[in-house]
């Protein structure tokens, strides 16, 4: 990290500078040189993750990590990321569409990488595996954008299990089961049977243990007749699943025509993340509804499909996927006109293979990449709309802060439907009666700037002024109300106040919970209910915060559980793990809870049903926790381990893995730890991937943190250096002028 390295493709001499906290700062006289050595140095610190998420994203792990990587790979081969990118580029190279400067700079970061890869040490993982990277390309980088996209569209995993269910149990308990109940005008479900809900959330499961994938996020804007400073504030922290290293790199470049601290995502030359003195911007998942299954009616020996009674010819693609110690497999994927046919490479044993997919993301003039280079050059508010509203996928809501404006605008098609057929579960994919009817133009979508209020909370839930007639797969409102109330009780917010309510380890639905659970709850007898006394008075008088140390959430969130379980068990474990993962299950619970008068009840005593499963939480917590419950900690069974991709593997787990630390907050609080399973304790899967404050009072200062570290090599004093902050809820500074007291090491690249 210190002294002189030789370049040979540098026009001139370029600057790193590394802080304490490990970011480097590089300064250059020009674009070129800068994103050149951007590309050298991120491929030093992280070569090994973008080696696997380039994998990942293009269904190439097997080749490495052998048969059980395989159901991944066919899944993302399937999903034709790598394909759908090579036809972009290509179109728009032969059309000359890009951006030439775009182009540059993405070409130089490549070469700053592939240079590293052919001169540079190689991290000891690629030791380990025998393993050494090919050349990486534009290709890769936006092809990993369609795994980003991929990782929060939960279609592939609600919607046929939603329509399974309707057969099975019936399709007034599976109206509660919906993300939201919108009103329809008919109760057509198509027939399907099928495991790819199942198997989709098998994949995923196993993806969370030292891979990325988004699954969220909180972000507030402040306009400065909000904040102590005067001055627009923007607050973010994107929720995705914890890995090390972790999903960003952080990097500060600067050109004498181009200036970003930025948070970068493996393989990507443009953060995703920015901000500067002049404007700064952040993300939540818009999770509207860009994605739907269509069953198909197809004749696969003749290779096509029928549409609207007439045959079409199925689009055929041939994969092969080679897999460490076994023969390759060869995939045949057919596409229809809504995209790729998805179950043939999921499942061998399903009888009903005829699911394909329609996503955004397929659509041919959808250049996120491109979209978020723009925004990075904007150089006033109307550009920087301009250039959001060239996004189609994936989804997004872009919130913005300069010095003098606040404003928040979705990045993605919003698709129109046909009013009254439920885009939650499946959908005809012959009669053409369920097809998209077109797209809101960006106009029409819901946005916000400059509010009378001066304050601009997303959470992931439905926007205000969004269509009624168009559902989203949004996350519960928990956030959001917890967020909103909280900034309602005062009018000027500091940058140490927003800290505390970033961090908030809270969610004030709870109550509204817990009063109707212990309203309702009913003990056999007088020493029944007093041998009880004391747990029901643990979420009594538990004040919603869910520290590590505390026994309330330990025992609520233990009951909340069992509660979901018990409700869903004419659901198979598969089908229930589905509803761990997706925002469905918290809606599902809330709405029985709350509701006294729900269908749900019919199936059940209520006071019965919640007597029974809260005694079977409290002998289930005392054999896990001592019979002493004035010792009961939730960080006990709430926990959080940082995984590597080799830290599955024994003993690799000790060296590459950070954890098991305890964690304070849950699932729906503000200080979001998201638990994905109703197995086990409750592992931690998913949370902040940063959090960050930009307060334009003095932007070159700001506020952020990682989870663990930016540097991504076991020996770097920047492995995991953060680690503890993160945990205790602090932040280090983000610098745009770094002094010398503030410099770690500095090294000079020349030509």
């Known amino acids: 990290m210190d002294g002189k390295v030789v370049l040979q493709k540098l026009s001139a001499p370029v600057e790193v500078i590394r802080d304490q906290n490990g970011i480097p700062h590089i300064t250059a006289k020009n674009n070129r040189d800068a994103f050149y050595t951007l590309g050298y140095i991120m491929a030093s610190e992280r070569l090994f993750q973008m080696e696997m998420s380039r994998r990942l994203a293009n269904g190439e792990l097997a080749e490495i990590f052998g048969d059980k990587a395989l159901a991944s790979d066919q899944?993302?081969?399937?999903?034709?990321?790598?394909?759908?990118?090579?036809?972009?580029?290509?179109?728009?190279?032969?059309?000359?569409?890009?951006?030439?400067?775009?182009?540059?700079?993405?070409?130089?970061?490549?070469?700053?990488?592939?240079?590293?890869?052919?001169?540079?040490?190689?991290?000891?993982?690629?030791?380990?595996?025998?393993?050494?990277?090919?050349?990486?390309?534009?290709?890769?980088?936006?092809?990993?954008?369609?795994?980003?996209?991929?990782?929060?569209?939960?279609?592939?995993?609600?919607?046929p299990l939603l329509t399974k269910l309707v057969e099975r149990i019936g399709g007034d308990l599976v109206e509660d089961l919906r993300n939201e109940k919108i009103p329809i005008t008919e109760s057509r479900v198509v027939h399907v049977e099928n495991t790819i809900s199942e198997k989709v959330s098998q994949i995923i499961s196993g993806l969370q243990m030292g891979f990325g994938l988004f699954e969220g996020s909180n972000g507030w804007l402040l306009s400065g007749k909000r904040t102590t400073s005067g001055s627009p504030m923007l607050v973010n922290d994107p929720h995705i699943n914890y890995a090390h290293p972790g999903i960003w790199f952080e990097a500060h470049v600067k050109t004498p025509t181009f200036e970003t601290y930025g948070h970068f995502l493996p393989l990507i030359p443009f953060p995703i993340l920015s901000h500067n003195k002049e404007r700064a911007w952040g993300l939540t998942m818009s999770l509207t509804d860009d994605m739907d299954i269509y069953k198909e009616n197809l004749d696969l020996k003749n290779k096509i499909y029928i549409f609207k009674g007439e045959k079409r010819p199925l689009v055929e693609r041939v994969e092969v996927i080679k897999v460490k110690k076994s023969k390759d497999v060869v995939l045949n994927i057919f596409s229809t006109h809504h995209g790729p046919v998805l179950d043939y490479a999921l499942s061998d044993t399903t009888p009903d293979k005829s699911l394909s997919l329609q996503w955004a993301f397929y659509n041919p003039s959808n250049d996120p990449l491109s979209a978020v280079y723009k925004m990075g050059r904007a150089t006033n508010v109307d550009e920087f709309k301009a250039a959001v509203a060239t996004g189609m996928a994936p989804g997004l809501n872009i919130l913005y802060a300069d010095k003098e404006n606040i404003g928040q605008w979705i990045f993605g098609e919003i698709w129109k439907k046909r009013p009254g057929i439920k885009t939650d579960f499946i959908l005809n994919g012959e009669n053409g009666q369920d097809e998209i009817l077109g797209s809101l133009t960006f106009e029409e979508k819901p946005h916000a700037f400059n509010p009378p209020s001066g304050v601009i909370v997303s959470a992931n839930t439905r926007?205000?002024?969004?269509?009624?007639?168009?559902?989203?797969?949004?996350?519960?409102?928990?956030?959001?109300?917890?967020?909103?109330?909280?900034?309602?009780?005062?009018?000027?917010?500091?940058?140490?106040?927003?800290?505390?309510?970033?961090?908030?380890?809270?969610?004030?639905?709870?109550?509204?919970?817990?009063?109707?659970?212990?309203?309702?709850?009913?003990?056999k007898s007088t020493e029944e209910k007093k041998s009880f006394e004391k747990f029901i008075n643990i979420l009594k008088n538990w004040d919603l915060s869910s520290d590590a140390t505390s026994s309330g959430p330990a025992l609520y969130y233990s009951w909340?559980?069992?509660?979901?379980?018990?409700?869903?068990?004419?659901?198979?474990?598969?089908?229930?793990?589905?509803?761990?993962?997706?925002?469905?299950?918290?809606?599902?619970?809330?709405?029985?809870?709350?509701?006294?008068?729900?269908?749900?009840?019919?199936?059940?005593?209520?006071?019965?049903?919640?007597?029974?499963?809260?005694?079977?939480?409290?002998?289930?917590?005392?054999?896990?926790?001592?019979?002493?419950?004035?010792?009961?900690?939730?960080?006990?069974?709430?926990?959080?381990?940082?995984?590597?991709?080799?830290?599955?593997?024994?003993?690799?787990?000790?060296?590459?893995?950070?954890?098991?630390?305890?964690?304070?907050?849950a699932t729906q609080e503000v200080s979001n730890q998201k638990v994905t399973s109703f197995k086990g304790d409750f592992e931690v899967k998913a949370g902040p991937s940063t959090r960050r404050i930009i307060n334009f009072a003095h932007p070159e200062r700001s506020w952020g943190i990682l989870p663990a570290g930016n540097s991504g090599h076991v020996m770097s004093p920047f492995f995991k250096d953060q680690v503890e902050r993160f945990l205790e809820g602090k932040y280090r500074p983000q610098l745009l002028e770094v002094s010398s007291e503030e410099i770690y090491s500095k090294m000079t690249f020349t030509p």
């Open 463 to 523: 926007p205000q002024n969004y269509p009624e007639n168009l559902r989203g797969d949004w996350q519960p409102d928990d956030r959001l109300k917890t967020i909103e109330n909280t900034l309602s009780r005062k009018i000027l917010w500091s940058e140490e106040e927003t800290m505390e309510l970033q961090s908030l380890t809270m969610n004030f639905e709870n109550k509204l919970i817990i009063d109707a659970l212990l309203r309702d709850i009913v003990f």
């Open 560 to 665: 909340a559980r069992s509660i979901q379980v018990h409700l869903l068990k004419d659901l198979t474990d598969e089908e229930r793990e589905v509803f761990a993962k997706v925002p469905n299950g918290w809606i599902f619970f809330k709405r029985v809870i709350l509701n006294s008068d729900s269908i749900w009840w019919q199936k059940f005593n209520r006071a019965d049903f919640l007597r029974t499963t809260f005694i079977q939480t409290v002998r289930d917590l005392e054999k896990r926790l001592g019979d002493n419950s004035d010792t009961w900690k939730w960080g006990e069974l709430h926990t959080l381990e940082f995984h590597h991709p080799l830290g599955r593997v024994k003993p690799l787990n000790k060296i590459f893995n950070l954890g098991p630390y305890p964690i304070s907050g």
């Open 75 to 159: 899944l993302f081969r399937n999903l034709g990321l790598k394909d759908a990118a090579r036809k972009l580029i290509d179109r728009k190279k032969a059309d000359k569409s890009f951006d030439p400067q775009m182009l540059e700079d993405s070409s130089a970061f490549y070469e700053g990488v592939n240079h590293f890869i052919e001169t540079g040490k190689m991290p000891v993982e690629f030791i380990l595996l025998g393993l050494r990277p090919r050349p990486f390309s534009l290709e890769d980088g936006q092809s990993f954008v369609g795994l980003m996209g991929f990782s929060f569209g939960i279609a592939v995993m609600t919607e």
